[in-house]
C-alpha cells in the first residue's frame, strides 16, 4: 500500500527533545537512535488533537510521521526563538508491506532483516535504492514501512510486484485498510472522532480514556500539552470505542446505529465481514453503560440484525502477529 499521504516531520536540534517531551504522550527520552514510539497528541483541553510514531534517529535529531489532526501545528507551537529545525518532507514517501510474508521476501534482499524487532527500524538499501525499514505498519499484522526518496518510489513499488508473485504480494487500496483496522482496533481520525460525530451540546474533542489510547501516556509522566486536563478527565467518559459483532455476514454501514432496551446507545464508525475470522464486525462510539462484552444490541440502519458488544480487538489481542521474532 502507498501510505505517501502520512505527513513526515524532520524535528532537528538540541531543544528538539524538550519540545517533543511538551508535545506528545510519550517520554521520548526513553527511545535510542533505531527505536520508535506511538504517541498521541492533545490540545489544552486534554482532547485528542493528532497521532503519531516517533523515531529517534540520532542524539539531537527525530522524525515524526502523524496523520491528518493538528499534529504539524502542535510540533511548531513553541518553537520561536528556540535551537530547533523544523522540516516537512514531502520528497519522502511511504510504501507499507504488510502481511504474514512481509518477512520471508524482503529477508531475500536485506540482511539482518528478521532480527528487526516490532517499534524499531534501520537505514539501508532495498534494489540499490537508499531506504529506511520500518517495522511498523496500519494493519496488525506483521509488516514493514519502507521510506524511500520520491524518485526512488516508482522502482520499488514495480520491483516489490514483480519479485513479489511467489509471495502472494498485491496491491490494495485504502479500503483494505478499513478491513484491518477493524478487525485490530486501530483508529482513524476523524472517522471515529466527535469531528465525524459531534455531541448535541458541545463542541468536538475526545478524551484519551474514551478512545481507549490512555495507554499512549508513558506512566508518571506530566508537562505534555493537556496533561493536568487528560488526568483530570479520567473516570468522565462520555462515551466508549467498543466493538460490535453482528449477527449473519452482513456488514453494517457507517453512521448505522445501536440499540438496547429501546434506547439507542451508540453508532457505528467503519463496519466490514472479515474474511480472516470469518464474522460481521464493527467498530463504534458506544455509551459507557453498554460498553460491555456480550451487551445484548440491535443494529439499525443500512441493515437490522441482532447483534453484541465486544472487545477490541477482533482478532490478536496479544498481539503476536505483529511483535513475532525471527
Given at each position: 500500500?502507498?501510505?505517501?499521504?502520512?505527513?513526515?516531520?524532520?524535528?532537528?536540534?538540541?531543544?528538539?527533545?524538550?519540545l517533543?517531551?511538551?508535545?506528545?504522550?510519550?517520554?521520548?527520552?526513553?527511545?535510542?537512535?533505531?527505536?520508535?514510539?506511538?504517541?498521541?497528541m492533545l490540545n489544552d483541553a486534554g482532547k485528542f488533537i493528532d497521532d503519531c510514531i516517533v523515531y529517534r534517529t540520532g542524539p539531537n535529531a527525530w522524525f515524526v510521521v502523524h496523520g491528518s489532526g493538528d499534529g504539524m501545528a502542535q510540533l511548531t507551537r513553541s518553537t520561536q526563538g528556540r535551537d530547533v529545525a523544523v522540516h516537512f518532507d514531502d520528497d519522502l514517501h511511504d510504501l507499507s508491506l504488510q502481511g504474514p510474508a512481509a518477512v520471508d521476501f524482503l529477508a531475500e534482499h536485506v540482511p539482518g532483516i528478521r532480527d528487526l524487532d516490532y517499534f524499531h527500524f534501520v537505514n539501508t538499501t532495498l534494489f540499490d535504492c537508499p531506504v529506511m525499514l520500518s517495522r511498523t505498519g496500519y494493519t496488525g499484522e506483521r509488516?514493514?514501512?519502507?521510506?524511500?526518496?520520491?524518485?526512488?518510489?516508482?522502482?520499488?513499488?514495480d520491483t516489490v510486484l514483480e519479485l513479489g508473485v511467489p509471495f502472494g504480494i498485491v496491491p490494495c487500496a485504502f479500503v483494505t485498510l478499513d478491513w484491518l483496522r477493524v478487525e485490530s482496533y486501530l483508529l482513524f481520525y476523524p472517522y471515529d472522532n466527535s469531528e465525524m460525530y459531534p455531541f448535541a451540546d458541545e463542541g468536538p474533542g475526545d478524551t484519551l480514556w474514551e478512545l481507549g489510547l490512555d495507554f499512549t501516556v508513558t506512566p508518571g509522566k506530566t508537562g505534555f500539552r493537556g496533561?493536568?486536563?487528560?488526568?483530570?478527565?479520567a473516570g468522565k467518559e462520555r462515551f466508549k470505542?467498543?466493538?460490535?459483532?453482528?449477527?449473519?455476514?452482513?456488514?453494517?454501514?457507517?453512521?448505522?446505529?445501536?440499540?438496547?432496551?429501546?434506547?439507542?446507545?451508540?453508532?457505528?464508525?467503519?463496519?466490514?465481514?472479515?474474511?480472516?475470522?470469518?464474522?460481521?464486525?464493527?467498530?463504534a462510539r458506544m455509551d459507557v453503560p453498554v460498553a460491555v462484552q456480550g451487551t445484548p444490541l440491535e443494529v439499525r440502519g443500512s441493515i437490522t440484525v441482532p447483534a453484541i458488544a465486544h472487545d477490541l480487538p477482533f482478532d490478536d489481542p496479544q498481539k503476536l502477529k505483529r511483535m513475532a521474532k525471527g
Open positions: 500500500m502507498d501510505v505517501s499521504g502520512l505527513k513526515k516531520v524532520h524535528y532537528v536540534g538540541p531543544h528538539a527533545e524538550a517533543l517531551q511538551e508535545a506528545v504522550t510519550r517520554d521520548v527520552r526513553r527511545l535510542y537512535p533505531g527505536k520508535a514510539v506511538y504517541a498521541c509488516g514493514y514501512e519502507i521510506f524511500c526518496k520520491r524518485d526512488d518510489a516508482p522502482k520499488i513499488w496533561a493536568e486536563e487528560h488526568a483530570r478527565l470505542i467498543f466493538g460490535v459483532l453482528l449477527e449473519g455476514d452482513a456488514a453494517a454501514a457507517e453512521g448505522d446505529t445501536l440499540h438496547a432496551g429501546g434506547e439507542q446507545v451508540g453508532v457505528i464508525t467503519c463496519a466490514m465481514y472479515s474474511r480472516l475470522t470469518g464474522k460481521s464486525m464493527a467498530i
